[in-house]
């Protein structure tokens, strides 16, 4: 036997128990899911990220905000995260007002929380499939081995047919054990490595919200005037 000829990674596949074959199909299948959550959340991100960096300018830079109020309700579709957070916000500010509420405290009260119901809902969708890509990057590499495992299981049980055991023997089983092995990285390490930087920027993201949202409140707070006193 020619093992430099006859050890291809195709080769190697083809020849694998149907257990070990399953297992590399499934860790093949999962590979390319991860990264269809990997292009697209790191657009999702990216894309956020412009939107808030954008309306941040915005806001701070408007005289009056009922205009960007009215222009984000007018288009609710094509506004970023950040921006939706401000409209409930300011919804339920307008809403209090129009009711006649006397007390501050209660005005801005019911603006956090309307805001904080629309930040959990953005943070859910910012966070979308990174469970998943956790999950992959952790369980990836176990799934792999036992598919090693059982080829090399499988392998020296082979060898007890046989009546002298050479390196030609042994080589093509060993090889296309380790080969779900190599296929369970392969899966798992990108998958950790987007994990941790979208899950950090993520958390980022989350922090400039939550600084809005107070700084947002404190704006509807002094601007808060009771009718009918």
Known sequence: MNITSDITLISLVQQASVLVQMVMGLLLLVSLLSWSYIFSKMMTLAKARRQTSKFEEEFWAASDIAT????????????????????????????????????????????????????????DRLEAHLAFLATVGSVSPYVGLFGTV???????????NVGQATLAHVAPGIAEALVATAMGLFAAIPAVVAYNRYAHDADRLASRFESFMEEFSNILQRQFKPTGR
């Open 150 to 160: 059982w080829g090399i299981m499988n392998a020296f049980r082979g060898l007890a």
């Open 68 to 123: 960007l109020y009215q222009r984000a309700s007018s288009r609710p579709d094509n506004v970023g995260a950040l921006e939706r957070i401000f409209e409930s916000g300011y919804r339920e500010f307008l809403r209090h007002r129009k009711s006649g509420t006397l007390e501050s405290a209660a005005v801005t009260s019911g603006v956090q929380r309307a805001m904080k119901a629309t930040f959990q809902r953005e943070q």
